[in-house]
């Protein structure tokens, strides 16, 4: 909807009214239509101003639009009209103008922003590109390579860069509509030929054929097979070579591509899954409206290795204030001149001053008696954390939230060492902390619903996003990660290469395949637990590496490499080798496909062809099939969940969606067809054995993604 009012005697002011960020829906189209025609044929509005209810211009066109019978006025011809006004359009912009948002504001003859207001056309995040004259008019404005790089990464930039890019007229800290209306007036009259950017010629560099094509690579690169940043460039070299309606032509022909394609189903179903996941809720029934979280000031990290480090900084830089606390007097040095470093290279990149102050540090845990909450960061050992948790205990005041930074640890055993059980959770952070988005938000049988709503707030407050999970063995991320690692070793054993797999896997999108991150993370830290697990122990009676534990099929690969000192990049010799340690070029290495040779002839295996096909199935069908065991046992809530894990934590391609998003593309009887024929010729692998929820959902004809959690409900039920 859109609303009308004549302010100031003169001016036409139309305001765009769609909670809760004026999208460009059906009705509020057909509101700037009818209130365009209404100001223009009135003989007293000499000029009009456009803005947005509630401090927010227009957050674009409605994604929920997309993908329905699209109705009311199309969008082209709306901004077309507006530029083509014989009296002068001002956008008002408070908030955010963003993609059919800033089009608009694009298509006004003038532009004010909010200081506070960002202006960007992030359609490429949706697998996009915009199409509302956006790749057309605003390169005219504002150049080429300025253009490209707005369009291609999809940036939000603040007023000030707008301004000083020329994408807004002028910026104020004042009122905007009250400062846009003044401004309407005094430009009252004036001839608009010069405001109307579609006629403008685009400036081009002399050198725009190796611009576009250093864009194209670059892009590509970043990509990973992402097909709307492509198609961005293509449409930005078309304002810079065709008059503006060919160009426009252009920009609806690549549209027309992207609109249909999965990958742009794939990235809206993504935008709505990041906010989903926000709405929380734990099998008790417990969720986010209804929890309250407690305000948390002053924390306290304890433990500063690689994680706490980083978790220190991310606090600070949020501004809380943080007892940072390490034992060892050695490792409190260095942790500080690492802990100061990280936030005075972060303070440089945001032109903000670092945020020294809000660190104190201790050698001893008595300073964090103060504090609201605790993150304990300590080594991987479950008898450590206990011993840190019966200390917190003890020492922090009452009702101080106790958080384990743990990636796949019992939190119920951490809880069960404290006085208040329900102010444990598990914050499982990834590496490097201060920079990954994802928070996994654990809650154990005694979690309290405030508990998990001020972790969850907490990480909210620090940048990230935060997902509520069950507590098990590994969590969502890595519990999923185990089969697919699995996988990828009895994929060698058959015949494979670590290069073979890794291609597979990167050109279905992950930034690294799998022994490439094993490389990187270090073969060391899985050893260490399959040890503790009583895994990687050779057979006693032969002293030979068997490959049956516990009844199952079982890859002593990675334990033989660490056995070795093959720990991956740190050791230059892993699944790779190395220049030299620590680097990171990583080079096929025939000391390792001689391994593998011998080793196959040691176990009577006989290495076949294995095809992409193979290689993708079974590494990604049975981490998805372990996905949907989890949303059987109620770990995760529901499917977005999951997705949203794996894209920010596991560097799953975003424009495929996520894990489990990718199952309903690829089809679930397919996923289903496929995991029992590979349970059939491994039956001695559990993971490859179709799950009871796929089963059903197969069963009940495969409904479409955001039907699951009916059926994931009805299945809980039943039990
Ligand atoms: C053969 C076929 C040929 C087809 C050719 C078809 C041609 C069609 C012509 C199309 C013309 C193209 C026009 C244009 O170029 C395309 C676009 O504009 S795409 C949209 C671009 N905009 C965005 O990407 C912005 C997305 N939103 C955000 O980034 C953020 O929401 C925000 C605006 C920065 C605000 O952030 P927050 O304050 O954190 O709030 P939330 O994110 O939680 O959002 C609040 C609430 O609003 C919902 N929402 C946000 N944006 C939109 C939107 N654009 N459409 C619909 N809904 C939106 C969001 O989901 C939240 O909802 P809630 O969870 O509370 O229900």
Redesign the pocket.
């Known amino acids: 909807m859109a609303q009308y009012t004549r302010v100031s005697g003169s001016v036409g002011l139309i305001t765009l009214q769609s909670p809760?960020?004026n999208?460009?829906s059906a009705a509020v189209r057909q509101g700037i239509v009818d209130m365009m025609q209404r100001a223009l044929s009135e003989p007293e509005v000499k000029s009009v101003v456009i803005c947005g209810q509630n401090g927010i211009f227009c957050?674009?066109?409605?994604?929920?639009e997309f993908g329905k019978n699209?109705s009311g006025p199309?969008?082209?011809p709306m901004i077309h009209a507006i530029e083509a006004a014989s009296k002068p359009v001002v956008a008002a912009i408070e908030g955010?103008a963003?993609?059919?948002?800033l089009?608009l504001a694009l298509g006004c003859h003038y532009r004010i922003a909010h200081a506070k207001a960002r202006v960007g056309l992030?359609?490429v995040?949706?697998g996009?590109l915009?199409?509302?004259g956006?790749s057309q008019r605003l390169p005219r404005l504002i150049g080429v390579p300025a253009a490209l790089d707005l369009i291609t990464t999809g940036r939000h930039v603040t007023a000030a860069e707008a301004l000083k890019l020329g994408i807004v007229d002028q910026v104020t800290d004042h009122n905007t509509v009250n400062v846009a209306v003044k401004f309407a007036k005094r430009v009252a009259g004036q001839s608009l030929d010069p405001r109307r950017i579609s006629t403008y010629p685009c400036p081009c560099p002399s050198d725009a054929d190796a611009l576009f094509e250093k864009a194209m690579q670059k892009v590509r690169r970043a990509a990973r097979g992402a097909i709307a940043p492509v198609a961005c460039v293509q449409a930005v070299r078309a304002a810079a070579t065709l008059p503006y309606n060919q160009g426009m032509e252009r920009e609806?022909e690549l549209?027309?591509t992207l609109?249909?394609s999965g990958q742009a189903r794939a990235l809206q179903y993504f935008?709505?899954a990041q906010?989903a996941v926000g709405k929380w809720s734990m099998p008790s029934g417990a969720r986010w409206e209804t929890s309250k979280p407690r305000p948390v000031h002053k924390a306290a990290v304890i433990g500063l290795g690689t994680m706490g480090r980083g978790i220190t900084v991310a606090l600070a830089q949020a501004g809380l204030s943080v007892v940072a606390v390490e034992t060892q007097e050695k490792q409190l040095m260095e942790a500080k001149q690492a802990i100061s470093g990280m936030l005075e290279r972060g303070a440089k990149r945001s032109g903000v001053a670092p945020a020294l102050d809000k660190v104190s540090y201790s050698h001893n845990i008595q300073p964090v008696a103060d504090v609201d909450l605790v993150i304990e960061a300590v080594f991987e050992d479950m008898a450590l954390k206990k011993k840190v948790f019966q200390q917190l205990s003890a020492v922090c005041k009452p009702g101080t939230f106790l958080c384990s930074n743990t990636s796949g640890l019992d939190i119920d055993h951490l809880a069960c060492q404290t006085r208040n059980p329900e102010l444990v959770v598990g914050m499982h952070f990834f590496a490097p902390a201060h920079v990954m988005k994802l928070l996994e938000v654990v809650y154990g049988p005694k979690s309290s619903p405030h508990a998990v709503a001020t972790a969850m707030q907490l990480g909210k407050k620090i940048g990230k996003v935060s997902v509520a999970v069950g507590n098990c063995r590994g969590f969502v991320g890595n519990r999923m990660l185990k089969p697919y690692l699995e996988q990828a070793l009895f994929l060698l054993e058959e015949g494979a290469t670590p290069e073979f797999v890794d291609q597979v896997l990167e050109e279905f999108g992950f930034a690294m395949g799998v022994f490439r991150v094993s490389d990187l993370s270090g073969l060391d830290v899985g050893w260490r637990v399959r040890m503790a697990d009583g895994l990687a122990q050779p057979d006693p009676t032969t002293g030979q590496p068997v490959r049956v534990r516990q009844g199952r099929r079982y890859s002593p690969l990675g334990d033989l490499l660490c056995e070795q000192g093959r720990f991956g990049q740190k050791t230059g010799r892993g699944w790779y080798q190395y220049d030299k340690p620590g680097s990171q070029v990583a080079k096929p290495d025939p000391w390792l496909h001689s391994f593998l040779d011998e080793y196959r002839t040691r176990h009577g295996l006989v290495a076949r062809r294995i095809d992409h096909q193979e290689v993708l199935e079974r590494c990604l069908y049975s981490l998805i099939n372990e996905g949907f065991r989890i949303l059987e046992d109620g770990i995760a809530a529901g499917p977005e969940d999951i997705d949203v894990i794996y894209v920010f934590g596991y560097s799953w391609p975003r424009h495929r969606g996520g894990p489990m998003f990718y199952a309903a593309t690829v089809g679930l009887n397919k996923v289903l067809e496929r995991l029992e024929h590979y349970h059939q010729a491994h039956p001695d692998v559990p993971s490859l054995q179709p799950c009871r929820l796929l089963r059903k959902l197969v069963a009940g004809g495969s409904p479409p993604i955001h039907k699951w959690r009916e059926v994931i409900k009805k299945v809980h039920s039943q039990l």
């Open positions: 809760r960020v999208a460009l957050g674009g066109a409605d994604i929920k699209m199309p969008l082209i955010i963003l993609g059919g948002g089009e992030p359609e995040t949706l996009l915009p199409a509302a956006g609806k549209m027309a609109f249909t935008f709505f906010r």
